[in-house]
């Protein structure tokens, strides 16, 4: 197992954030975790990435207790890609892939940044443009491209598709699909229940901060309590 997590608690003062989750993420899958507003999507990410700290749990990666500093997890392989996308907006394209290359050694960074460029051929073409002036989409895949940079072994996708057009929300599952099929594994925060059920291999229900639900990806796409929570008409 990548990564293991067990009765992880955390909160924010006296909010309860988190109350026990426990999941496992399998090495070159899509795993997601759907789930409303509030529900601790993205605090389960941040806790995973040491940005917020846990009160209790232990999460475990490649069979070894995580450190707690971020820079030394996003060193043992784990790299997330921030909700909202958050570009530098004042540099290039290709000066943000190298802000996300900053831990490879420089020689990698190049060999890495070329084969960004081939996946992402739209950022191919627009390298010097500042980042802040793409549209919301592009941002996105600048986003996840920069986040692979670190050529991490554990990707952390918080809602991609937030705030895209339709057309452009399948453009990004697509893509993330295609990054799974290149080896990497993705943990990926949705509120689209719908996309992300469709493209995942696994997936967790969080409510409240706990696991309402879990299965494969295909079983919960059926099942008539998530299709009535959180399907409704888009199935
Ligand atoms: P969304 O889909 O709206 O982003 P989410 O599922 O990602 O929601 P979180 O952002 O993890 O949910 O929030 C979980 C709970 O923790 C919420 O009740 C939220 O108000 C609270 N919370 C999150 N961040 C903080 C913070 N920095 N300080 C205090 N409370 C917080």
Redesign the pocket.
């Known amino acids: 197992m990548l990564l293991e997590i067990k009765d992880l608690y955390v909160s924010?003062?006296h909010?309860d954030?988190l109350n026990g989750i426990s999941l496992n993420v399998e090495k070159g899958q899509i795993i997601s975790i759907i789930?409303s507003?509030?529900?601790?999507?993205?605090?389960l990410l941040s806790t995973i990435s040491g940005i917020v700290k846990r009160k209790s749990g232990r999460i475990c990666f490649e069979g070894e207790e995580l450190p707690s500093e971020p820079h030394k997890i996003v060193r043992r392989g784990i790299t997330q890609v921030p909700?909202g996308r958050k570009v530098f907006a004042g540099l290039t394209i290709e000066e943000n892939l190298i802000m996300g290359g900053m831990t490879q050694k420089v020689r990698d960074t190049k060999e890495i940044e070329k084969r960004m460029f081939e996946l992402f051929p739209r950022l191919d073409e627009r390298r010097k443009q500042q980042a802040g002036t793409m549209s919301g989409g592009e941002q996105q895949m600048l986003a996840i491209a920069r986040g692979l940079m670190s050529q991490p072994k554990l990707l952390l996708l918080d809602?991609p598709s937030l705030g895209l057009a339709p057309i452009v929300v399948k453009q990004v599952f697509a893509l993330i699909k295609d990054i799974r099929d290149m080896g990497y594994t993705v943990l990926l925060v949705e509120?689209n229940a719908n996309q992300a059920l469709k493209l995942s291999d696994y997936a967790y229900v969080l409510e409240n901060g706990t696991i309402k639900m879990e299965g494969k990806s295909s079983d919960l796409l059926q099942n008539n309590d998530i299709i009535s929570a959180y399907l409704g008409e888009k199935k």
């Open positions: 924010y003062g909010i954030a789930g507003n509030g529900a601790g999507k993205t605090t909700e809602e509120q």
